[in-house]
């Protein structure tokens, strides 16, 4: 073979390579744009196509390819798809589960329980009139003024005087029996409660400043003398007479007073 003939073949053998090589890049080529064609939904390229209308009637250049939709959007596509295909009775089971999660959600969230008294922590609101019982002292409470000189709720004062040095201790000699006293002796009860005697004096003057048919009030000098009924047994008459007349019971309280300061007081 001579050597125009054998670049001549040559040349057809290049060509032929040339050809096989466009003729697999256009068989790729147009495999992939199939593949590529079937994973976008019809209604997905109907969107593309409109959207190709709309920006060529807008001026802008209708030359360029459409892009492909991201997976993203073909997902969301499918399912809105699939949600349309379901047929009614799977539909149906489809909502009747959603329902039943909701209501689980619902059933499971804790309840709002409605505080009362009985199971809250926080104390019941008190009442204005117990609130207001509690905020004052209670009788038979005493305050010191100063000087030995003791105050009480009600407005009795106790300082020293008497035989036992203060007026305390002469009202504290009738919170127990004394047998072999000559005469009456009255006694308070209260099994020798300083605090409870007291409170009964209080008890007693607030009823004598009241008045009424059961308290009688006598005037003795610069000395007032009550005696009241306290409707109830708040003592007993002991001493010798009392002891031998079986210790009777005393309803009443001698009060004898100079202003507000307390002489004595006891039981009859």
Do not use: C
Not at 131 to 160: I, M, N
């Amino acid at each position: 073979m001579n050597q125009p003939d054998h670049q001549q073949h040559r040349l057809k053998l290049k060509s032929s390579r040339w050809t096989i090589w466009i003729v697999v890049f256009l068989v790729l080529y147009f495999v992939l744009q199939s593949q590529q064609e079937q994973k976008i939904p019809p209604n997905q390229q109907a969107e593309l196509v409109q959207k190709d209308k709309s920006i060529s009637t807008s001026g802008k250049p209708t030359g360029a390819k459409a892009l492909p939709a991201s997976n993203e959007t073909i997902h969301q596509t499918q399912i809105k798809k699939n949600k349309g295909s379901l047929k009614p009775g799977l539909k149906q089971q489809a909502d009747s589960g959603t329902s039943q999660k909701k209501t689980q959600s619902v059933t499971t969230s804790p309840a709002k329980v409605k505080r009362t008294p009985a199971n809250s922590n926080r104390p019941p609101p008190a009442d204005s009139s117990k609130s207001t019982a509690k905020s004052k002292p209670e009788l038979g409470q005493l305050r010191e003024l100063g000087g030995k000189v003791w105050e009480s709720v009600a407005g009795l004062r106790y300082g020293p005087g008497s035989q036992e040095k203060h007026r305390l201790l002469h009202i504290m000699r009738h919170a127990e029996d004394q047998p072999n006293r000559p005469g009456k002796h009255g006694v308070f009860l209260g099994d020798g409660d300083r605090k409870k005697i007291l409170a009964l004096i209080d008890e007693a003057y607030l009823k004598a400043l009241k008045g009424g048919r059961k308290v009688a009030k006598k005037q003795e000098g610069n000395r007032v003398v009550y005696t009241v009924d306290m409707g109830r047994r708040i003592g007993f008459v002991g001493g010798k007479v009392g002891n031998k007349q079986g210790k009777p019971a005393a309803s009443k309280i001698r009060l004898v007073l100079e202003g507000t300061n307390v002489i004595t007081a006891f039981p009859l």
